[in-house]
């Protein structure tokens, strides 16, 4: 029976086929570790140490923990170790992470605050009452208190800080949550904090019964959709950079074997093939601003004139306005966190398949549950929209 994890989910949700060869056909190939991750996980180590400290009673000095993480970083060190930003080096990093720490601990020492229930604390629960479906995960650090209220909390070393409304929806500590309640009846009282130590940044968020449960049924729905996947496509994107299975992957296996004498004819056709397109849609660049010049023109027009349609000798252009519901498009305020609501509910790839433009429709067909579309609907504005049809004059 396999037992599902936050970051199995999110395989999924990167590439159905990455999820195929990791936890399906158990393929053993070398991992790819980033810089970014590396700096994670000797951060993770540093603060994971510090609180066993605490618990016995026991403050390491500042320096200590630093020569900690220095030490750590040096044994742990390889040269596989992928850094992609061209500006930045190892070292940077190390440092960055050393900032975080040395800010971290002058922050919260004496560290006495709270009571230190558990440290990287594995969580293992069923999701479904007949035990058929179980979750389980890390979270960095439990805490409770002195008035009784317990803390799931967790580490964060990048750069990037979710909004409010994204915590409020995470995924990953709202089911540690229901972990930690399947755990320990009592803890009534539970709160999610998000430490963001590269901004020094404490962020906290509460679920009510009501969200939890709708969680809880939200990732049932999710898992038995990719039980019941026969398929696994290959979703390709940035993500594959750091894809160990790039050798096995129908999506890039050819370009791991281009030098082959079988596929030196193929990589021919493919640049002439890209030539040829570049070249083309230079041409079609030039005629679609004309285009746009020209219904520009024509709609504005028709629009100071009161008109419907403007004849030319041999053409006729309908112009209609109409106003339409619109959603942030790439690069909207807003744009990310309806995409992460809808990839919560499992519907992302519905609409995204066929453009963000369905959703308007997906919002009105009934078939969505209400609560969904109560949700969605604040992301959504109206727009105007101007269009120009041309064909050939009807009257000739």
Not at 27 to 41: A, H, I, K, N, Q
Not at 162 to 189: F, I, K, N
Not at 248 to 265: F, M, Q
Request: aromatic share 10%; with cysteine.
């Amino acid at each position: 029976m396999p037992v599902y994890s936050h970051s199995r989910l999110s395989v999924y949700e990167t590439c159905p086929r990455q999820y195929r060869f990791q936890y399906l056909d158990r393929l053993e190939v070398p991992e790819v570790d980033t810089v970014e991750r590396f700096l994670g996980s000797r951060v993770h180590e540093a603060l994971e140490t510090l609180y066993l400290n605490v618990r016995f009673g026991r403050v390491p000095s500042l320096d200590n923990l630093l020569e900690f993480f220095r030490s750590a970083w040096r044994e742990n060190w390889h040269d596989g170790v992928l850094v992609q930003q061209p500006d930045l080096t190892a070292d940077d990093y190390r440092r960055a992470g050393e900032r975080q720490l040395d800010v971290y601990y002058r922050r919260y020492a004496p560290f006495d605050r709270d009571h230190t229930l558990a440290v990287e604390r594995l969580l293992r629960f069923p999701l479904d009452p007949d035990g058929g479906i179980w979750f389980q995960g890390y979270l960095d650090r439990l805490s409770r208190t002195a008035d009784g209220l317990w803390e799931i909390r967790d580490y964060k070393t990048g750069q990037y800080l979710p909004s409010q409304a994204m915590l409020d929806e995470d995924r990953q500590l709202g089911l540690y949550q229901l972990g930690v309640r399947h755990l320990w009846p009592t803890a009534r009282e539970i709160e999610l904090i998000w430490h963001f130590l590269a901004h020094d940044l404490e962020l906290r968020s509460r679920r009510s019964p009501e969200a939890l449960e709708a969680l809880r049924q939200e990732t049932l729905a999710r898992i038995r959709a990719i039980e019941r996947d026969e398929t696994y496509p290959t979703r390709v994107g940035t993500h594959c950079q750091t894809c160990p299975y790039q050798a096995v992957c129908p999506a890039w296996r050819h370009l791991k074997a281009r030098d082959a004498p079988s596929a030196a004819e193929a990589v021919g056709w493919v640049d002439r093939l890209g030539e040829l397109k570049a070249q083309r849609k230079a041409a079609l660049a030039e005629l679609d601003a004309e285009i746009e010049a020209l219904q520009q023109r024509i709609a504005g027009y028709a629009i100071a004139e009161g008109l419907e349609a403007v004849f030319g000798a041999a053409y006729c252009a309908r112009v209609r306005s109409a106003e339409r519901p619109r959603y942030p498009r790439k690069g909207d305020p807003g744009r990310e966190e309806l995409e992460a609501l809808l990839r919560r509910h499992g519907l992302w790839e519905e609409v995204a398949a066929l453009d963000l433009r369905a959703l308007p429709d997906r919002v009105r067909s009934g078939v969505w549950p209400p609560e969904v579309v109560d949700a969605v609907l604040p992301f959504e504005s109206r727009e105007e929209t101007v269009t120009v049809r041309i064909s050939r004059r009807p009257d000739l």
